[in-house]
């Protein structure tokens, strides 16, 4: 191919739409394997500018306009967790929507009279704009209004047919489907597990030690929730895996652990010493000690944390390893205490997944893989680690668990695009009934040697069952 000759370039971008984070990924068509992330966001926080998400919260104010992110100061009170406001009532886990946080989130909806659409739309068009930003600053202005958009965003597995609409509408309001002179925008959408894995199987397949038949579980345990989804190895050369058994997934995600650890706080502290630490204060104590300190570094090691409380924080009654300079001594087994009730939960999860698995196939899954943001924590890998000896848990270093949907996304759209030698095609090998509006939900994904150019996907619907047989 020659440097004059025409070729249709474009730009995937990957959409990671979280409960309590969101982040974005995307790829340039001339160079597939390069996958970036977005960052650089507008923060009011310390360390936060260059991590891989943003908060998935807005704060609307009549005189300031619109907020968003890491934006948001401190002192103000965010709308969080609208993306779960999107389903039915009826369609909400029980234990989700008894949580204290949608609790809250629809208080707040309710009260500014706005649609979960609208805010999800709101919400949307704030973090692609940047994302549109930071990929201009990349490429430049000319390729960016030359090269149109293929958008994958994601959704979480169980959804029903309706919210995936919901979503497509809000998408369409925020902007992303506006029309460019250089072609139309074009949407699909990925579920998060299938997301995770394709972020991870490419890495996977290059491994000796694999072989067919092999069970991996995927455990992508983000901000709210931990979701669980099991492939089996159909086939090395190409690599091929299949959804093995029915996925599943609970309300204990890293915001829980968080709480968790802010109830250790206060319990160390003398009765009343917390009442004056205001909501800013309590969230810059949060994020400088605790997510930003004790949190990534901790794996249950023999070791004495120091905090530095709020200066709000009244600790004169209190004589419990406290010192002059406000600050407060927390064991290895304080913290633990934070974390077991939350990675008791996780591990249960598993157990049930590998089960399920070990019964269907009459053996142990070979992996366990942990990607999201709470997967990044040192500790739950240990813990797994002990606790299924007869698995292999894999944790990528660093972030990658962290921005394996948004990656995965990317992945997606480049595969089902032919540019990639090396990547998963996501195919659907059969569908649950279509009556009764359950999501089509079972897939494999193939690794090809070569360029295969268009893919597409066909969806058949019939009223027998079982389904007759393809004639060709």
Known sequence: MTGNEPVDDFIIIGLDFGTTYSGIAWAYSREPEEIELVTSWDSEFNNCSDVEKAPTQLLYDDKKG???????????????????????????????????????AQKLLDKMRKDPVEVIACYLRKIWNHAIDSIQRTVGAELLQKSPFHVVIT????????????????AKTSGILDARSCGETKLRFISEPEAAALATIKDLSKRSTIKVGDAMVICDAGGGTVDLISYQIESISPFVVKECVKGDGGLCGGV??????????????????????????????????WEHGIKPQFSNQNRDWIVDLPDSCDVASSGR??????????????????????????????RRQTQAVKSKLGKSAKYIILVGGFGRSSYLYSKLQSAFFESTVLQSRGNKPWSAICRGAVVHGITNHGLSATLGVTVGARGDNMLTKKPVRHNYHRLYSQRIGHVSETIYICSEFPPPKSSG
């Open 155 to 170: 959704l979480p597995a169980i959804w029903p047919p309706y919210a995936q609409q919901r979503m497509k509408q809000a």
């Open 256 to 289: 829980f652990l968080d709480e968790q650890f802010l109830k250790l706080i206060k319990r160390k502290l003398a009765p009343g010493s917390w009442d004056n630490v205001t909501s800013a204060e309590e969230k810059k104590f949060l994020n400088e000690c």
């Open 321 to 350: 390893k406290l010192k002059r300079r406000k600050t407060l001594e927390l064991s290895s087994s304080d913290i633990l205490s934070a974390y077991t009730p939350i990675v008791d939960k996780i591990e249960a999860l598993i």
């Open 66 to 104: 619109t907020s968003w992110g890491y934006s948001i100061p401190a002192s103000e009170d965010a709308l969080k967790w609208f993306k779960l406001l999107l389903l039915d009532s009826d369609d909400v886990p029980i234990m989700v929507s008894k949580s204290s946080q949608m609790r809250c």
